[in-house]
C-alpha cells in the first residue's frame, strides 16, 4: 500500500492536474474533505464553504494529514493540514492579487458574528438580513469584527473560521432570493505579500467552541495577557476589580451651582471693575443679562451664562503657548491655575468656596461618590483641562481608592486654528505633515470627521510617549483611556518615509499601549478593545454595547425624532450623552435583543480585558432597554458605565448604587475566571446561563414570568463559594 501511495504522489507531481479530486484529511475523530480546485470543504459531509472558482491544480501531494497543492496560474500555493478538531489553510501567494476564498454555504441556520460582543443571528431573519446588507457589508475583520473569526452552527454543531491573519480581509452580505449570502476575500499586496494567509478551521459542539477555540490560539501563540499579569506591571489596576465606570463631563473651572449670588454676580460683570470679562461675553449673554436686571436667571439660562463667564475667565488668561512648542502642555496647566486665581479676585464674593468649584471632577461630587459607598470606581474626564482645572478634586479621587483618568488620542493631527478646542488632536504641525497617512492614491488620509489626518502611530510613538508621561506627571492621573489605539482600526500607510503594513500599523498601536503600562505602570484602557490590539489595555469602552447607527439620520440629526441622541450642548452636560432616548426597532432587536446575543469576547477575553459600554451610550441612554442592559452586563459580568454631572448627581446616584452593588460582589469573585460556557435554559432563548472556570454559574431571566425559581428580569448568581444571591432589576 505505501509503494502505490507513493506511486500517486509521483503521478501527481509529473503531470499537473487541470482539476483534482477532493483529498481527504484527518488526526483524530474529524473528517475533512477539501476539493483542492475550489477550496470546497466538507467536515463529516457538512459542507461549510461553497466551492469557489476551478482553478488548474499542479504539484498536488498529501498524507493523511496534510495535503498541498499549486494554482499555477494564480501562482498560488496551498497547504491543508488536519489536526484533531481543526483544519489549517495557510495560503501564499508570488504575486499581488485578491483572493476570494470564503462563500457561506445556504443550509446553515445560525450565523455567529464578533460584532459588539457576539451575535448570533438567525439567517432568514429580516431584520438581520437587513442590518447586515445595509450597514455592516464591507467588513474589515480586524476592526468591524471585535475578534476575528465567524461561526456557522446546524444539527448542533458549531464550524468556525478563525483567520490567523486577521488583516487585508473582507466579508461582504448581499441577499439573493430572500437568501443572506455571505463571502470573505484576502488581498495579497506589497505590504503582506512575503507572509501567508492563514485560516483555521474549527469543528465544535457548543455555541463558544470557535472563541474559546481562538483563545487558546492566542494563548498558544504568547498573544494574551491576563489581568493577573497586567496588574502585575501596573499594579493600580487592583481598583479596577469590582469598580464602575463613571465619566465626569464638563472641564470648565465654574458649575453653575458654584454660583451663591446670581444677582450680585450679573450686577459685577456690568460695572466697571467687571468691564475686562464683560468684554469678552458674546453679545447675545450680554443682553440676557441685561434683561434680568439683577434678577435670579431660570434654570436653562444659568447653563449658558456659566459657561460666558467661564469662556470670558479664560480668555482674560492668554495661553502663551502654540501646540508647535515643548512647553504646550505645561502652559495648558499653568494658565488654569491663573484662571483660578483670576476667579477667586474677581468673582470670589458670589462663588461658594473654591475648593467646592467644578461641573464634573469636583469636591463635591467625589464627596458625594464616596460617601454614598461606592469604593471602587474608575473615574474618566473628556479631556485633561478638567484636572488642570480642579487638581484638589484629582487629590481627593485618588485618595477615595479610586482611579482617575483623561481621555488622550494620537489618532488624528488638525492644524493650528481649525478646532482649538479638540485637544488631543492639538499636535506639532511637523509631525502632523510628517506622520499623516497615505493612500494607495497618493493622497494623505483624512482625520476624524474629516478634519485634518489620520496618523500613523509608529511614527507619533516618539511624541506620543512624552505626552503621555508628562499628562500624567501634570494632571496626576492614575489612570489613562487612550482612544482609538484598541479598536484595531488599521490600514495600509504608502508614505514613502514610512511605508507601513496593517499589520505593523496595528503592532505599533500595541507597542505604544505597551509603553505605558511597562513604564508609566498605570491601568490603561482604550475603545473597543478589539483582540488584535488588546494585549496591553485592562479595560475598554465599546464592547458591551457598541457604537452603532452612525449614519442614521434619526439618531443623529432629526431633532424631532423620538430616536435622537441630542445635542452636544451644554459642555458640562451634552444632551447626546444625558438626555435619554429610544431605540429603534430594527436596532433594539439587532443590538439588544438578548435571544441574539452571545458572549464570544468575553470567552476569549473576561479574564483579561474589562469591558463595558462606548460612552455615548452609558446605562441611562436608552429607556426602552435599561433592563435588559443591566441583565446582560451581569450575565457577561461586566461593569456599569454611567455619565455623570454635578447637576445630574441626585437623580443619577440611586441608579449607580445600585448597579454598583450588584456588580461589585460578583465581579470581585470572578475577575480573574474564563467564562467557559454558555447555553438557553429554555426553548425561546429567554433565559440564560453563563459558566465560568471556577464553577460559579450566572443565570438570567429576561423574560416577563419566573422560570424555574428565578422570577422574571432577575439574575441568579450560583457561586463556587457556596453562595447563592438574586439581583432583581426594577
Given at each position: 500500500?505505501?509503494?502505490?501511495?507513493?506511486?500517486?504522489?509521483?503521478?501527481?507531481?509529473?503531470?499537473?492536474?487541470?482539476?483534482?479530486?477532493?483529498?481527504?484529511?484527518?488526526?483524530?475523530?474529524?473528517?475533512?474533505?477539501?476539493?483542492?480546485?475550489?477550496?470546497?470543504?466538507?467536515?463529516?459531509?457538512?459542507?461549510?464553504?461553497?466551492?469557489?472558482?476551478?482553478?488548474?491544480?499542479?504539484?498536488?501531494?498529501?498524507?493523511?494529514?496534510?495535503?498541498?497543492?499549486?494554482?499555477?496560474?494564480?501562482?498560488?500555493q496551498i497547504t491543508a493540514t488536519a489536526n484533531g478538531n481543526d483544519l489549517r489553510l495557510t495560503i501564499s501567494s508570488a504575486r499581488p492579487q485578491t483572493l476570494n476564498w470564503f462563500s457561506m454555504p445556504s443550509h446553515f441556520s445560525m450565523l455567529q458574528l464578533p460584532i459588539g460582543e457576539g451575535s448570533r443571528i438567525p439567517l432568514d431573519n429580516a431584520e438581520w438580513m437587513a442590518y447586515l446588507t445595509s450597514e455592516l457589508s464591507g467588513l474589515d475583520t480586524n476592526f468591524d469584527l471585535k475578534l476575528p473569526f465567524w461561526g456557522l452552527e446546524k444539527y448542533g454543531k458549531t464550524y468556525s473560521w478563525l483567520l490567523l491573519s486577521p488583516f487585508s480581509n473582507q466579508v461582504s452580505f448581499t441577499k439573493a432570493s430572500n437568501q443572506l449570502m455571505m463571502k470573505s476575500s484576502h488581498e495579497f499586496n506589497q505590504f503582506n505579500q512575503q507572509h501567508s494567509f492563514d485560516v483555521l478551521l474549527h469543528a465544535g459542539i457548543t455555541p463558544l467552541s470557535g472563541a474559546i477555540r481562538y483563545r487558546e490560539y492566542l494563548q498558544q501563540s504568547g498573544q494574551f495577557s491576563s489581568l493577573n499579569d497586567k496588574i502585575a506591571t501596573a499594579p493600580e489596576g487592583k481598583k479596577l476589580i469590582g469598580a464602575t465606570h463613571i465619566y465626569l463631563w464638563g472641564n470648565t473651572l465654574l458649575a453653575q451651582e458654584d454660583v451663591k449670588n446670581w444677582p450680585g454676580l450679573i450686577g459685577f460683570l456690568q460695572s466697571e471693575a467687571g468691564a475686562g470679562l464683560w468684554q469678552n461675553i458674546v453679545p447675545e449673554d450680554q443682553k440676557t443679562m441685561q434683561q434680568l436686571q439683577?434678577?435670579?436667571?431660570?434654570?436653562?439660562?444659568?447653563?449658558?451664562?456659566?459657561?460666558?463667564?467661564?469662556?470670558?475667565?479664560?480668555?482674560?488668561?492668554?495661553?502663551?503657548?502654540?501646540?508647535?512648542?515643548?512647553?504646550?502642555?505645561?502652559?495648558?496647566?499653568?494658565?488654569?491655575?491663573?484662571?483660578?486665581?483670576?476667579?477667586?479676585?474677581?468673582?470670589?464674593?458670589?462663588?461658594?468656596?473654591?475648593?467646592?468649584?467644578?461641573p464634573g471632577l469636583s469636591e463635591t461630587v467625589i464627596n458625594s461618590l464616596h460617601q454614598a459607598g461606592l469604593s471602587r470606581l474608575?473615574?474618566?474626564?473628556?479631556?485633561?483641562?478638567?484636572?488642570?482645572?480642579?487638581?484638589?478634586?484629582?487629590?481627593?479621587?485618588?485618595?477615595?481608592?479610586?482611579?482617575?483618568?483623561s481621555y488622550d488620542s494620537y489618532d488624528t493631527g488638525i492644524p493650528q486654528g481649525l478646532n482649538d478646542s479638540w485637544l488631543t488632536a492639538q499636535l506639532p504641525g511637523e509631525i502632523t505633515e510628517k506622520c499623516a497617512i497615505v493612500r494607495a492614491d497618493g493622497t494623505k488620509k483624512p482625520g476624524f470627521g474629516g478634519q485634518g489626518y489620520y496618523l500613523n502611530p509608529g511614527c507619533v510613538l516618539p511624541f506620543s510617549q512624552i505626552r503621555m508621561r508628562e499628562l500624567t506627571r501634570l494632571a496626576g492621573l492614575n489612570s489613562l483611556f487612550l482612544d482609538v489605539d484598541g479598536t484595531g482600526m488599521v490600514s495600509d500607510d504608502y508614505q514613502p518615509a514610512h511605508p507601513t503594513s496593517?499589520?505593523?500599523?496595528?503592532?505599533?498601536?500595541?507597542?505604544?499601549?505597551?509603553?505605558?503600562?511597562?513604564?508609566?505602570?498605570?491601568?490603561?484602557g482604550s475603545e473597543d478593545g478589539n483582540a488584535v490590539t488588546a494585549r496591553h489595555i485592562m479595560f475598554a469602552h465599546g464592547m458591551e454595547t457598541w457604537g452603532f447607527g452612525w449614519s442614521d439620520k434619526d439618531m443623529r440629526h432629526n431633532k424631532k425624532s423620538p430616536y435622537y441622541l441630542g445635542a452636544w450642548w451644554p459642555s458640562a452636560q451634552p444632551a447626546a450623552f444625558f438626555t435619554p432616548a429610544t431605540v429603534k426597532p430594527r436596532y433594539r432587536s439587532v443590538v439588544f435583543d438578548p435571544r441574539y446575543r452571545l458572549p464570544l469576547y468575553q470567552a476569549v477575553f473576561h479574564d483579561s480585558v474589562i469591558t463595558t459600554h462606548h460612552w455615548t451610550f452609558d446605562n441611562l441612554k436608552f429607556s426602552d432597554v435599561k433592563t435588559t442592559r443591566a441583565l446582560l452586563s451581569q450575565l457577561y459580568n461586566t461593569p456599569p458605565l454611567f455619565n455623570l454631572s454635578r447637576s445630574t448627581l441626585k437623580a443619577r446616584l440611586p441608579d449607580i448604587i445600585k448597579a454598583d452593588d450588584s456588580f461589585r460582589v460578583l465581579h470581585q469573585v470572578l475577575w480573574d475566571k474564563a467564562l467557559t460556557g454558555f447555553r438557553w435554559l429554555d426553548r425561546d432563548g429567554w433565559v440564560q446561563q453563563t459558566t465560568f472556570s471556577d464553577g460559579s454559574m450566572l443565570t438570567a431571566n429576561f423574560g416577563d414570568r419566573a422560570f424555574n425559581g428565578i422570577a422574571a428580569q432577575t439574575l441568579r448568581a450560583n457561586l463556587a463559594d457556596g453562595r447563592n444571591l438574586d439581583f432583581r432589576q426594577e
Open positions: 500500500m505505501k509503494i502505490f501511495l507513493g506511486t500517486l504522489i509521483f503521478i501527481a507531481t509529473l503531470f499537473p492536474l487541470s482539476s483534482a479530486s477532493a483529498v481527504l484529511l484527518q488526526q483524530g475523530e474529524v473528517l475533512f474533505n477539501v476539493d483542492p480546485a475550489t477550496l470546497k470543504i466538507s467536515i463529516d459531509e457538512v459542507v461549510v464553504n461553497n466551492p469557489q472558482q476551478a482553478q488548474k491544480v499542479s504539484e498536488l501531494r498529501n498524507s493523511p494529514t496534510q495535503a498541498n497543492w499549486r494554482w499555477p496560474d494564480r501562482r498560488i439683577r434678577r435670579e436667571p431660570e434654570g436653562w439660562q444659568k447653563h449658558s451664562l456659566t459657561e460666558a463667564i467661564n469662556r470670558a475667565l479664560v480668555a482674560l488668561v492668554p495661553l502663551g503657548s502654540t501646540p508647535d512648542k515643548p512647553s504646550f502642555l505645561v502652559a495648558q496647566q499653568q494658565q488654569a491655575v491663573k484662571v483660578q486665581q483670576l476667579a477667586q479676585q474677581l468673582l470670589g464674593n458670589f462663588l461658594v468656596p473654591a475648593e467646592e468649584w467644578g474608575w473615574l474618566g474626564t473628556d479631556n485633561w483641562t478638567a484636572a488642570f482645572m480642579h487638581p484638589q478634586a484629582v487629590k481627593l479621587a485618588k485618595r477615595a481608592g479610586y482611579l482617575v483618568a496593517a499589520a505593523q500599523m496595528a503592532a505599533d498601536r500595541n507597542a505604544r499601549m505597551a509603553w505605558f503600562s511597562n513604564t508609566l505602570k498605570l491601568p490603561l
